[in-house]
């Protein structure tokens, strides 16, 4: 948005959450927007899905209809158009719901605002808290139940929820071997836990019938798997 010309409508899909300095993005916008700027985000007020799965490590800026409206009026825009997409239809767990916007920039300056929202952020991020730390917990009990110490198992998902599945409680009872993952690039790393490296493979035969459990640790890909 550099460029130095002016355009009629900028799209911006999934970016505004990546953003680490939304102060310059937003001042480089509007000297880019000549009319429109249509955005997508995630939207924060979602139904409980995957324990911390609302919480993405690449996403550093969260979004609630008000709040992305706020930021957009701050600026010198107007919403003409809003709606919150709850994609029933589709298994995925971060992202989604998501709030799809029109704003049209405005002939004046930047302005001061502040629409509330009719659902209040911290309560429901306290409640949210709540649901994912009473799920992990109920995760951790049926797998007690499940594994015992010297049965050898397999996580399946090189990714933040293993991280996050193996530090929200005490797995260290596990005999966990290895990590499964298919992405080329995750099969470089180790992963440190309970004093040892925990190599991330290919899930192989060899691999599958050495070991007694496998948990998968993915919730976009937990089917097809």
């Known amino acids: 948005m550099k460029s130095g010309k002016s355009y009629d409508l900028i799209i911006m899909m999934h970016i505004l959450e990546h953003i680490d300095n939304l102060d310059i993005w937003m001042k480089d916008l509007k000297k880019s927007a000549s ?112 594994i015992r110490s010297d049965d050898s198992v397999a996580i399946w998902g090189a990714s933040f929820q293993t991280e996050r599945l193996l530090g929200e409680n005490d797995y260290s009872w596990m005999n966990l071997e290895c990590i499964l993952d298919n992405s080329d690039m995750r099969c470089r790393y180790s992963l440190s836990y309970n004093g040892k490296l925990i190599p991330v493979r290919k899930p192989d035969k060899d691999i599958l019938d050495k070991v007694d459990h496998i948990i998968i640790s993915t919730y976009n890909n937990q089917e097809a798997i």
């Open 35 to 146: 009319r429109y700027v249509y955005v997508e985000v995630p939207c924060l007020f979602t139904s409980p899905v995957e324990p911390f799965g609302l919480f993405a490590e690449e996403h550093l800026n969260y979004f609630t209809p008000a709040s992305l409206e706020n930021l957009f009026v701050k600026y010198g825009f107007s919403c003409i158009h809003m709606s919150i997409d709850y994609m029933v239809n589709y298994k995925i767990a971060n992202g989604f719901p998501m709030i799809r916007a029109i704003f049209e920039k405005d002939s004046g300056e930047e302005r001061q605002t502040h629409i509330h929202d009719i659902i209040g952020s911290h309560g429901f991020l306290d409640n949210y808290f709540g649901w994912s730390r009473s799920t992990s917990s109920s995760i951790l009990d049926k797998l007690k139940r499940i």
